[in-house]
């Protein structure tokens, strides 16, 4: 397996645009998370899926994050409009199970980037 | 609530000496807990974890973590680093909510091995 791919890998944008990133993850994984990693604020869960349901958005910033799961294989992270304190990296994990035990694998990130 | 604390954002230690990552946990209930290493521009990868079995755990590249109760402590462990172990290493609990479970990560700790 190819491993969680996350797309684009750097992102570049301005204040006040819409970002989407995409995540597929492994096929099979029932659980998909995405994740922030900031300097100041560490890796902050933003929002998870089991079975393309959200379980979990407590994390998710505020109204400006929308997180979509449509089928099994795709996941989007949709930041509108957005802010130059969005900076940061942004992963997509899957599970095959579920998390309380069960491990994690992680895709390579997305560096975002609002000027 | 679960959380995990990392004593030490940065550690530095020479080539082939030990490798001490300490890892203290917080859980109201038998805690399940992971250690994650993230190489420089790249995704989270499990290193081990606990899931109440033996409480030596062993893990991929020589490391290993001992879960102890009356210490809360899980800390990470390696006889001898070697140059390819530099990287940041995260310390994780699994927490509940709901029916469901996911992960609490630390701050991090970044090591650094000298040759």
């Known amino acids: 397996d190819a491993g969680v791919i996350q797309s684009p890998r750097h992102e570049v944008t301005e204040m006040g645009q819409e970002v989407t990133l995409r995540c597929k993850p492994i096929?099979?994984?029932?659980?998909l998370f995405w994740y922030r990693q900031t300097m100041m604020r560490g890796l902050e869960l933003l929002i998870y899926?089991?079975?393309?349901?959200?379980?979990?958005d407590s994390g998710m910033p505020e109204d400006r994050f929308s997180a979509k799961m449509p089928n099994a294989s795709f996941s989007t992270l949709k930041i509108q409009p957005s802010e130059p304190r969005d900076s940061a990296v942004y992963f997509c994990?899957?599970?095959?199970?579920?998390?309380?035990?069960?491990?994690?694998?992680f895709g390579p990130g997305t560096r975002l980037t609002v000027l | 609530a679960q959380s995990v604390t990392q004593l030490g954002s940065h550690v530095s230690v020479s080539e082939g000496a030990l490798v001490l990552l300490r890892c203290n946990y917080s859980?109201?209930?038998?805690?399940?807990l992971f250690w994650y290493v993230q190489y420089p521009n790249q995704g989270l990868q499990l290193l081990l974890k606990?899931?109440?079995?033996?409480?030596l755990v062993k893990g991929i590249n020589g490391f290993e973590a001992e879960f102890k109760k009356s210490e809360t402590s899980f800390h990470l462990t390696k006889p001898s680093a070697h140059m390819s172990d530099a990287a940041e290493y995260f310390c994780?609990?699994?927490?509940?909510?709901?029916?469901?479970?996911?992960?609490?990560f630390g701050k991090g700790t970044k090591l650094s091995v000298k040759p």
């Open positions: 994990a899957s599970s095959p199970i579920g998390a309380r035990t069960d491990t994690q694998y």
């Open positions: 096929s099979g994984h029932d659980y």
């Open positions: 899926f089991n079975n393309n349901v959200p379980i979990d």
């Open positions: 859980s109201s209930v038998p805690p399940y």
């Open positions: 606990y899931t109440s079995a033996a409480t």
């Open positions: 994780a609990v699994s927490v509940i909510r709901g029916s469901q479970g996911n992960l609490i």
